[in-house]
């Protein structure tokens, strides 16, 4: 029936307006914005880094905005990107989930099963297609941010979270979507200690061992040794996944942007 298929057609643009972010005039954040990048950019300096965007302008514009880093790749495919992986070492992936040609969280996936150490930062600009955010963070994926939310300090905390070893994840993408993580509700097998709560905090923000045992006054060994009962306790796989499921049972803080 016509008058049924013009209804299903009014509803689902209804919809899709509902999701698009509201008009923003971003004037006022400027000064932070560029703050921001030159802190980035500060960051970024002695990283191998590998950009893979969809957007040619995008990708232009994130190119022109990194004149410090030496060692900057940047391609529009999937494929092109693991090429380049293939080539030689990268200590980031920083990527759009939709690219010219293949997918964001296609290519987390396939990069993280061939390099587990490739740090991976995956920008969000579709949050309603919630498979490809499931799938990028099962496959591991570090860093999930919304391009809505780009210019407010979420790159620049993510970037200082996953190239430290931690994880980040957008506190809008959090809401919609870390109640659904898989794991992210195990029981836990048994409580985890106050000082285990301070360890996974700062894990969960990149600090390494020996700088959390610089914070809390404790040895490596002993921080290598909470770090093993919290895995164990939260049956987690590893350290992203411990904060991952730390911060869907509210024992860690999500980092705050800027």
């Given at each position: 029936m016509p008058g049924v298929g013009c209804q299903v057609l009014r509803i689902w643009a209804q919809c899709q307006r509902s999701r698009s972010p509201p008009a923003l005039n971003f004037t006022p954040r400027i000064e932070a914005a560029r703050s921001n990048t030159e802190q980035c950019i500060a960051l970024l300096g002695n990283l191998r880094l590998l950009i893979c965007m969809g957007s040619r302008l995008s990708l232009s514009m994130a190119v022109s905005t990194c004149p410090g880093v030496q060692q900057l790749q940047a391609v529009t495919t999937e494929r092109e990107a693991l090429a380049l992986l293939e080539q030689g070492p990268v200590d980031v992936l920083h990527c759009t989930d939709v690219l010219e040609q293949g997918r964001g969280d296609s290519l987390v996936q396939e990069a993280k099963r061939r390099w587990p150490q490739l740090r991976t930062l995956l920008i969000i600009?579709?949050?309603?297609?919630?498979?490809?955010?499931?799938?990028?963070?099962?496959?591991?994926?570090?860093?999930?941010?919304?391009?809505?939310?780009?210019?407010?300090?979420?790159?620049?905390?993510?970037?200082?979270?996953?190239?430290?070893?931690?994880?980040?994840?957008?506190?809008?993408?959090?809401?919609?979507?870390?109640?659904?993580?898989?794991?992210?509700?195990?029981?836990?097998?048994?409580?985890?200690?106050?000082?285990?709560?301070?360890?996974?905090?700062?894990?969960?923000?990149?600090?390494?061992?020996?700088?959390?045992?610089?914070?809390?006054?404790?040895?490596?060994?002993?921080?290598?040794?909470?770090?093993?009962q919290i895995l164990r306790k939260l049956q987690a796989r590893d350290r992203t996944h411990a904060a991952v499921i730390g911060m869907a049972l509210g024992l860690v803080e999500m980092p705050e942007p800027g």
């Open positions: 600009t579709r949050p309603h297609r919630i498979g490809a955010i499931r799938r990028a963070s099962r496959a591991g994926c570090d860093g999930l941010c919304l391009e809505q939310n780009l210019g407010l300090g979420t790159v620049l905390t993510a970037l200082m979270a996953v190239q430290g070893g931690g994880v980040y994840v957008d506190r809008t993408i959090a809401e919609r979507y870390l109640n659904n993580y898989p794991g992210a509700h195990t029981t836990p097998l048994a409580e985890l200690s106050e000082r285990e709560c301070d360890v996974l905090q700062l894990a969960a923000r990149g600090i390494p061992n020996a700088e959390i045992g610089q914070q809390l006054y404790l040895s490596p060994e002993t921080v290598k040794s909470h770090m093993r």
